[in-house]
């Protein structure tokens, strides 16, 4: 069983930079996958980046390749998001989940999730 708190979240300019930190329970973090998916209003929930329980491979969404940046810390049990050059089409509620084998791209594929934590991009 994980349990996950994602924290970071906030109203930011557009061009401007954002880290997303996912804080997981649980002793085995270090086994799972993990993936960040977002959510806007009216839409499905969607794919934006995941990392291997090593962190040494990491996946990314075109729309945000070259922009975010995930990361992990297995020593402290987080994920991270960094978010820069951020537009107003990241606008989104931000959830991370986790799996425990490799990184998939479809949000049913993940067994974990946190309650998820508000972006908000003003042009």
């Known amino acids: 069983q994980v349990q996950l708190v994602e924290s970071g979240g906030g109203l930011v300019q557009a061009g401007g930079s954002l880290r997303l930190s996912c804080a997981a329970s649980?002793?085995?973090?270090?086994?799972?996958?993990m993936g960040w998916f977002r959510q806007a209003p009216g839409k499905e929930r969607e794919f934006v980046a995941a990392?291997?329980?090593?962190?040494?491979?990491?996946y990314y969404a075109d729309s945000v390749k070259g922009r975010f940046t995930i990361s992990r810390d297995n020593g402290k049990n987080t994920v991270y998001l960094q978010m820069n050059s951020l537009k107003p089409e990241d606008t989104a509620v931000y959830y991370c989940?986790?799996?425990?084998?490799?990184?998939?791209?479809?949000?049913?594929?993940?067994?974990?999730w946190g309650q998820g934590t508000q972006v908000t991009v003003s042009s």
């Open positions: 649980g002793r085995t973090f270090s086994s799972y996958a």
């Open positions: 989940a986790a799996r425990g084998s490799r990184p998939r791209y479809r949000p049913d594929e993940y067994d974990y």
């Open positions: 990392i291997t329980w090593s962190g040494i491979s990491t």
